[in-house]
């Protein structure tokens, strides 16, 4: 029996070979720096990255059956996941895996499908520098806040801002505040079917916030809130008979 859980971090993997400044911030990709924030950790038994140009997109059954969460960064390549792919994530999650996804993300077509609307928001990077982002813990409760500050400063930040067209998450633990006056909800879980959703708004490729202390532990939370339980993983549904004599 496994122990521990089994992380699979799905990046892109465009910017990094199209781009020299991505290049120069996330030398070992961002899928490498994400990886980071779970590798030998405790709770963590295994941590594996995978690229969009990978066999089956990086989301081969082979893969997704040895997942109990994934770690999802996309950006530019959001139309390339296929269909089928990404209803197979949406179906892993909703049979258990979670689910945490960064950033632009919010875009994807696992994250659309499982939460049934656009993910469609404002956005602004301002002057190419982008500006100052104070992520606001509001849940100091909640498991994902744990060993957090009140609030986590980014100096250089790509804006997203309200109306963020999303379900009304479950929980909420962090909304963002940015230096142009616009707010976010930015750290919001769902649950869906037995699995978990957990959206995360930092991380512009071209900005190294993944190298944030803080940002990091955020990353290692959210995976082990997003681990499946060990609980009745095949609920009975449908038409079934009483479970004693009802006579």
């Known amino acids: 029996m496994t122990t521990g859980i089994r992380v699979t971090i799905w990046n892109e993997g465009v910017h990094e070979r199209e781009s020299e400044e991505v290049a120069r911030v996330y030398p070992e990709t961002l899928g490498g720096q994400l990886a980071k924030a779970v590798e030998g950790k405790t709770g963590i038994a295994s941590v594996r990255c995978v690229e969009l140009d990978d066999e089956g997109q990086g989301l081969t059954d082979a893969i ?43 875009k994807s077509k696992p994250f659309r499908a499982l939460m049934g609307t656009s993910g469609n928001l404002r956005w602004r990077e301002w002057k190419g520098v982008g500006e100052k982002e104070r992520l606001w813990v509001v849940d100091p409760a909640h498991p994902i806040a744990e060993g957090l500050p009140e609030y986590i400063e980014l100096p250089h930040a790509e804006m997203y801002g309200e109306h963020f067209d999303i379900p009304q998450p479950d929980q909420q633990v962090f909304i963002s505040w940015f230096q142009g006056g616009e707010i976010l909800r930015s750290g919001c879980c769902w649950h869906r079917g037995q699995g978990k959703v957990f959206y995360f708004r930092p991380g512009h490729e071209t900005f190294p916030i993944y190298y944030s202390e803080a940002i990091q532990r955020v ?16 609920p009975t549904r449908g038409n079934v008979p009483p479970l004693e004599d009802m006579g």
């Open 64 to 106: 997704l059956d040895t997942t109990d969460v994934m770690l999802w960064w996309g950006h530019i390549a959001h139309a390339r996941v296929t269909d089928e792919n990404a209803e197979r994530v949406q179906q892993r999650v909703l049979d258990g895996m979670g689910l945490v996804a960064f950033h632009s993300a919010h």
């Open 219 to 234: 990353i290692l939370n959210a995976t082990r809130w997003a681990a499946p339980t060990r609980g009745a993983h095949s």
